[in-house]
């Protein structure tokens, strides 16, 4: 039997009570794990691991839940997702981008980023699943290339998962909460047209006098997750917006490259 080919995702996360409230947000989740075809693998990149001078993969069999968060209530603290681990998925990942780019780790597991959207997906917790770090020392096109580099695991069955924000700022967030000032609509739809017209300098150079930019990516570990989406997106790729909602200075703003049919199901 043929493999169907998985999408890729960008999904904006935003705040760890997403996870355990109803929300629309988390209601796609929900709704994304009942339509996408069945991945062998997932693997997430996300903004919470961040890491100098090399990628770094989890390995292990068996990987911690992290609570890499404060001040929430006991019940998300609570919360564990006991995926397995997949040593074969990090070995494939190290051989396609190369093994003087990889560490693979096994003192991770889990974090928020990782677990707090594939749990609302998968709640089952029976796929194995990989988290991948972000290597601070390489610039914006280098993380695209890693993300094209990964695009061949789509034909393999394995469900491509990068998690951030469009938008993070949260010291701004606290005085702008409630409200959609100018620049962060802006900057939203900006790199929603950008995603659509697959123009990666709109995505990757921003002006120094970029205010909109500077406010939204701020210290960027949000963003950069994104730039492997937009670096995994093969010919043929329809690219979908979804969850695209504004909150001040966070966005949970998601996207699906592939076939977006199946996000006229998620309303």
Partial sequence: MTQARMPALFLGHGSPMTVISDVPERRAWQRLGQLLPRPTAILVVSAHWETQGKTHVTTGPILRTIHDFRGFPPELFAMQYPAPGSDDLAA???????????????TWGFDHG??????????????PMVEMSLDRTLDAEAHVALGKALA?????????????NVI????????LAGTQPDWALEFRE???RAMIENDHAALTRFAPDDRAAGAAINSAEHYLPLLYTLGARLPGDE???????????LSMTSYLLGDTALLTELA
Avoid: C, K
């Avoid at 494939?92 to 096994?106: K, N, P, T, W």
């Avoid at 707090?116 to 917790?125: L, R």
């Fill in 152 to 164: 061949p695991l789509r034909d393999e069955g394995v469900l491509l998962i990068a998690s951030g």
């Fill in 114 to 127: 990782a677990w707090g959207v594939v749990q609302p997906m998968y709640p089952e917790a029976d796929i």
């Fill in 168 to 175: 993070h700022n949260l010291a701004l967030w606290r005085q």
């Fill in 239 to 249: 690219v979908g917006v979804f969850n695209d909602t504004l909150d001040g200075a």
């Fill in 92 to 106: 494939r990942i190290e051989r396609l981008l190369g093994s003087d780019r990889i560490q693979r780790d096994d």
């Fill in 190 to 192: 900006r790199v929603n």
